[in-house]
T-cell receptor
Framework: RKEVEQDPGPFNVPEGATVAFNCTYS??????FFWYRQDCRKEPKLLMS???SGNEDGRFTAQLNRASQYISLLIRDSKLSDSATYLCGAYSSASKIIFGSGTRLSIRP | SAVISQKPSRDICQRGTSLTIQCQVDSQVTMMFWYRQQPGQSLTLIAT?????????ESGFVIDKFPISRPNLTFSTLTVSNMSPEDSSIYLC???????????FGDGTRLSIL
């Protein structure tokens, strides 16, 4: 089993919709989690950090469920510009971030 | 956050040659890492670049193939040695300050091997 797993998608939703995807992690000792956004042919950019139960930034909400060992990302009122790949990362016990394979999101007009 | 510059941004190389990628940060950082991202794939950690000592490699990556230097807290290099088409990938450096803080990525080096 991979240490961090994501649904690869693609998720194809209309503009204005709410979309959510999950990321599961296997290391129960992980304390810090991150969502990154990666546009095509670009480097990953930090979207949100999650250290406790969750975090919210505008239309984006991340929630952490330690009992079930998953982190979710919710995007409300989706925009065309939200189309990207979303990477989930979890700090391993060896002070390095392990990334999932990414979830592709496509917003259609 | 720190400004992270990678050079070259892209290159096309011949099989059997080597290429050194540079990562320069505009401020001192504690941690530097090198990742590989093959087409359509996620990020795979190659190694942690340790300042003043040998890099710590992940399973499947060896120093002879991917020698890494980190002479100070703002600079690191990754060499891809004896390249083959399978090494065609994007190579990314990332930096971080603390083990529970996010990392930030350079803009990547897109490498194609003919």
């Amino acid at each position: 089993r991979k240490e961090v797993e994501q649904d690869p998608g693609p998720f194809n939703v209309p503009e204005g919709a709410t979309v959510a995807f999950n990321c599961t992690y296997s290391n129960s000792a992980s304390q810090s989690f991150f969502w990154y956004r990666q546009d095509c042919r670009k480097e990953p950019k930090l979207l949100m950090s999650v250290y406790s139960s969750g975090n919210e930034d505008g239309r984006f909400t991340a929630q952490l469920n330690r009992a079930s060992q998953y982190i979710s990302l919710l995007i409300r009122d989706s925009k065309l510009s939200d189309s990207a790949t979303y990477l989930c990362g979890a700090y391993s016990s060896a002070s390095k971030i392990i990334f999932g394979s990414g979830t592709r999101l496509s917003i259609r007009p | 956050s720190a400004v992270i510059s990678q050079k070259p941004s892209r290159d096309i190389c011949q099989r059997g040659t080597s290429l050194t990628i540079q990562c320069q940060v505009d401020s001192q950082v504690t941690m530097m890492f090198w990742y590989r991202q093959q087409p359509g794939q996620s990020l795979t950690l190659i190694a942690t670049a340790n300042q003043g000592s040998e890099a710590t490699y992940e399973s499947g990556f060896v120093i002879d193939k991917f020698p890494i230097s980190r002479p100070n807290l703002t600079f690191s290099t990754l060499t891809v040695s004896n390249m083959s088409p399978e090494d065609s990938s994007i190579y990314l450096c990332s930096v971080g300050d603390r083990a529970d803080q996010p990392q930030h990525f350079g803009d990547g080096t897109r490498l194609s091997i003919l």
